[in-house]
């Protein structure tokens, strides 16, 4: 039993804190889910038909997890100390232009509305087809298109430019 815990956690402790993170936007409140979600993994009674359809269980758990934490949460006007980053050694230019792009990209994807912000962060980050991520969100997969597509719509005007800041 300890090992497939540990096993779970290797395998999947950075997939749910990200999943989790890209709907809470709090560290903490994502590593809360990401103790939880292994454990429920454990309990899972009725096992597994395959590696593809335990890692799809554990996202789409880990997804209800961190929706079901927004409805309980109250809206919160604080920030926690350990929220803010700290900072950092000085890069290379060509390193500090890539962090500023990557932050820029992530800071607008995480603006979006949470259905075109879910269907893009599973598609892109995770790497899950429009099939894999209908199933999981419990729409079609022309809804998963249309949200993919729109999303991208909204990021275009956004991130205009953001490749050729860094061309030489």
């Not at 926690?80 to 990557?102: F, G, K, N, V």
């Not at 790497?127 to 993919?148: C, D, F, N, P, W």
């Amino acid at each position: 039993m300890e090992a497939e815990a540990q096993r779970l956690v290797a395998t999947y402790a950075d997939t749910i804190l990200r999943v989790s993170y890209t709907y809470l936007h709090s560290t903490q409140d994502a590593e809360d889910i990401c103790q939880d979600v292994p454990l429920k993994t454990l309990r899972h009674a009725d096992g597994f038909d395959s590696a593809e359809h335990e890692r799809a269980w554990v996202v789409r758990t880990a997804i209800n997890a961190a929706k079901d934490l927004l409805r309980r949460q109250e809206v919160r006007s604080t920030i926690a100390l350990d929220d803010i980053p700290e900072p950092t050694a000085p890069h290379h230019a060509s390193e500090r232009a890539i962090e500023a792009r990557d932050a820029r990209v992530l800071q607008s994807v995480m603006a979006l509305p949470l259905e075109y912000r879910e269907a893009i962060y599973l598609h892109y980050y995770e790497g899950y087809s429009i099939k894999q991520i209908a199933e999981m969100v419990h729409a079609s997969e022309s809804a998963v298109a249309t949200r993919l597509s729109r999303g991208r719509s909204k990021l275009r005007p956004i991130l205009e430019g953001v490749h050729h800041e860094l061309d030489v």
